[in-house]
T-cell receptor, first 113, second 111 residues
Framework: DAEITQSPRHKITETGRQVTLACHQT?????MFWYRQDLGHGLRLIHY???????NKGEVSDGYSVSRSNTEDLPLTLESAASSQTSVYFC????????????FGPGTRLTVT | GENVEQHPSTLSVQEGDSAVIKCTYS??????FPWYKQELGKGPQLIID?????GEKKDQRIAVTLNKTAKHFSLHITETQPEDSAVYFC??????????FGTGTKLQVIP
């Protein structure tokens, strides 16, 4: 069955370190998204991609970057982790013709100490 | 950009009662309104959606209504069951095909 996976599921890192969160989908979807989820803020869009070599900034992109070298993967990098980036991160994907029907991964809980 | 507000943030109901979650949106160009359910420790999952040219849609115990003039839409769950306990997110699809989510409602169904 097609799926979307995230790794690691839990990560503890120190302030200032570079961290990369992986997202892999086997739906063959062109659209991929990264969100962070914080209490009181719901899901906020960090970055998104509509295809290979395409990346776009979302509403909370500062301090994050993504790259899309193939259809299946959209890794999220925190260049220099900050305590404010402690959060639960969700990756999602959707078909080109149905951007509203997003399939979410299980999430990565990141703690920056 | 689009702004989606969701109320209430928490909701407790007795098993068998109905639950209603309300959302408002700001962008009149938004034309699609999905609802997601997030169970503990999992990612959100699409449960129902409604398009802007439809006023109401039902799927078993779940229904969504949309008032485009007032820019608000609602999720109605009837005959609630313990397995309905979760966090529910409304969302709106606006310009540039981006989905904006509400802040979530934690629903607790008390047996």
């Amino acid at each position: 069955d097609a799926e979307i996976t995230q790794s690691p599921r839990h990560k503890i890192t120190e302030t200032g370190r570079q961290v990369t969160l992986a997202c892999h989908q086997t739906w063959n979807h062109n659209n991929m998204f990264w969100y962070r989820q914080d209490l009181g803020h719901g899901l906020r869009l960090i970055h998104y991609s509509y295809g290979v070599q395409d990346t776009n900034k979302g509403e909370v992109s500062d301090g994050y970057s993504v790259s899309r070298s193939n259809t299946e993967d959209l890794p999220l990098t925190l260049e220099s982790a900050a305590s404010s980036q402690t959060s639960v991160y969700f990756c999602a994907s959707s078909e080109t013709g149905a951007p509203y029907e997003q399939y979410f991964g299980p999430g990565t809980r990141l703690t920056v100490t | 950009g689009e702004n989606v507000e969701q109320h209430p943030s928490t909701l407790s109901v007795q098993e068998g009662d109905s639950a209603v979650i309300k959302c408002t949106y700001s962008d009149s160009a938004s034309n699609y309104f999905p609802w997601y359910k997030q169970e503990l420790g999992k990612g959100p999952q699409l449960i129902i959606d409604i398009r802007s040219n439809v006023g109401e849609k039902k799927d078993q115990r779940i229904a969504v209504t949309l008032n485009k003039t007032a820019k608000h839409f609602s999720l109605h769950i009837t005959e609630t069951q313990p397995e309905d306990s979760a966090v529910y997110f409304c969302a709106a699809l606006g310009g540039y095909q981006k989905v904006t989510f509400g802040t979530g409602t934690k629903l607790q169904v008390i047996p």
